[in-house]
């Protein structure tokens, strides 16, 4: 049976549902908001497929526009008020480094979900994982060795540097092929760079979100730092239409990318787009061994 965990703190929620796979593997499903595991306001649920075999693997929270609201609030206010963005580089990249080894310490867990949950082989998602891994880490060195820069080409009276700073709150909302280790290609940096984040996984393959998410906690992630919401494209639109929201990474189709432009348009945020990725393939219903290859 699922479990829910619930908040009353107002202006925090996170949706979660756990339950058990063969094997007694324990996966998340849900909404979540400022560091709290609660029930989707609308009280409606998506069943994830393990598509090898058509199987329910589990019941995800959808969220709706008062959860994705709750969820941008919740990043406005951790960015706004909160220490992320002021931390010190130091300790955002201890922290970084702290998330890289808990995510290592449980990569078997991490690649056998992603291969009940998207399909890969469990060889090529536990390479994922080792990759999402890496990525944490080269976000915590970047962060020890990189500062502020002077402009040495600057007349003798003026000082002049750059200072780099986060962006705000950022949406970000990755595609389905790849679900934990294009997550971590948009969360990574804009972690390690003190932002805040709302992030929304695919609807088709969510599970090791929802286990990012108990792991990014674990490492004393701040409340509000890290926000996840699953549901279907509008979701993504209503992310990029807020106006507390400074920034929104897409990877995904043309027709998504368009829809997530527009809402984007009537506030001026940053938008970044990866767009249209193809691999064609053929399937025959005979052996390689008894393939004809045609000269011309």
Known sequence: MPRLIKSSAAGTAIVSATTHLAGDTDVADSVVYCGVWQAPQQARYRAVINPANENVLAEVAVAGPVDAQLAISAARQAFDQGPWPTMAVTERAQLMQRIAGLIEKDAEHLARLETLNAGKTLGESLGDVGNVVATFRFYAALLETESASVNSHAPAHVISFNQREP??????????????????????????????????????????????????????????????????????????????????????????????????????KRVALELGARIRTSCLPMPISKWRWIKR
């Not at 984040?197 to 409340?223: I, N």
């Not at 807020?242 to 001026?268: E, I």
């Open 167 to 268: 962006v705000g709150v950022c949406a970000l909302i990755a595609p389905w092929n790849y679900p934990l280790l294009q997550a971590v290609w948009k969360i990574a940096p804009a972690l390690a760079a003190g932002n805040t984040v709302v992030f929304k996984p695919s609807s088709l393959t969510p599970m090791t979100a929802h286990r990012l998410a108990e792991l990014l906690a674990e490492a004393g992630l701040p409340a509000g730092v890290f926000n996840l919401l699953c549901g279907p494209g509008d979701v993504g639109e209503l992310l990029a239409a807020s106006g507390d929201v400074d920034l929104v990474s897409l990877t995904g189709g043309a027709g998504a990318g368009g829809k997530v432009m527009r809402a984007a348009s009537g506030n001026f």
